[in-house]
T-cell receptor, first 112, second 111 residues
Framework: DTEVTQTPKHLVMGMTNKKSLKCEQH?????MYWYKQKAKKPPELMFV???????INESVPSRFSPECPNSSLLNLHLHALQPEDSALYLC???????????FGSGTRLTVV | QQQVKQSPQSLIVQKGGISIINCAYE??????FPWYQQFPGKGPALLIA?????SEKKEGRFTISFNKSAKQFSLHIMDSQPGDSATYFC??????????FGPGTRLSVLP
């Protein structure tokens, strides 16, 4: 298995909702990442987990809450989002903190 | 210091032509330079990557040229095909830090 699987593929949520994005990989990668990508822009790093511990939080608002339950799973919990948070949310993994990423196909999030 | 510059912003090439995308960086600590290809609605996919001890790397129709002294690297797509139409991101990385992506190049290959 050489894929990073993200669910759901599309999500529409209101500003008062709570939802979660899920990411799964079975490549034995020990680093996992959340990125946010706006249209026609490069991905922007949000969080990095290394060996299931949060190692980097790029000053992301607290309405985004990451969780790494085990080495294969990564969640992103969302609550009280704003319309400007609408974007493609990408999960990625790598063997460790040094190497190429494998990205998932992303979750297209729309906040209404 | 952490920026990666990329040009052109967009590129139109005829089928069978050569597509060339250029990137430049400032931080000499970078030691891994990947290129990612992204189709609409999909995540970026690693296309090819190079480390600074090599001046050129070729995989099929894709070649990275690396100039360490100029702090520049480029992607060449030979015999460009309509299926190559996508957005291409260069990136730079050093251990313990994170990828810095270039702003992207939208490539259109005309049939």
């Amino acid at each position: 298995d050489t894929e990073v699987t993200q669910t759901p593929k599309h999500l529409v949520m209101g500003m008062t909702n709570k939802k979660s994005l899920k990411c799964e990989q079975h490549m034995g990668h020990r680093a996992m990442y959340w990125y946010k990508q706006k249209a026609k822009k490069p991905p922007e790093l949000m969080f990095v987990y290394s060996y299931e511990k949060l190692s980097i939080n790029e000053s992301v608002p607290s309405r985004f809450s990451p969780e790494c339950p085990n080495s294969s799973l990564l969640n992103l919990h969302l609550h009280a989002l704003q319309p400007e948070d609408s974007a493609l949310y990408l999960c990625a993994s790598s063997q460790d903190l040094y190497g190429g990423y494998t990205f998932g196909s992303g979750t297209r999030l729309t906040v209404v | 210091q952490q920026q990666v510059k990329q040009s052109p912003q967009s590129l139109i090439v005829q089928k069978g032509g050569i597509s060339i995308i250029n990137c430049a960086y400032e931080n000499t600590a970078f030691d891994y330079f990947p290129w990612y290809q992204q189709f609409p609605g999909k995540g970026p996919a690693l296309l090819i990557a190079i480390r600074p001890d090599v001046s050129e790397k070729k995989e099929g129709r894709f070649t990275i040229s690396f100039n360490k002294s100029a702090k520049q690297f480029s992607l060449h797509i030979m015999d460009s095909q309509p299926g190559d139409s996508a957005t291409y991101f260069c990136a730079a990385y050093n251990y313990g830090q994170n990828f810095v992506f270039g702003p992207g190049t939208r490539l259109s290959v005309l049939p």
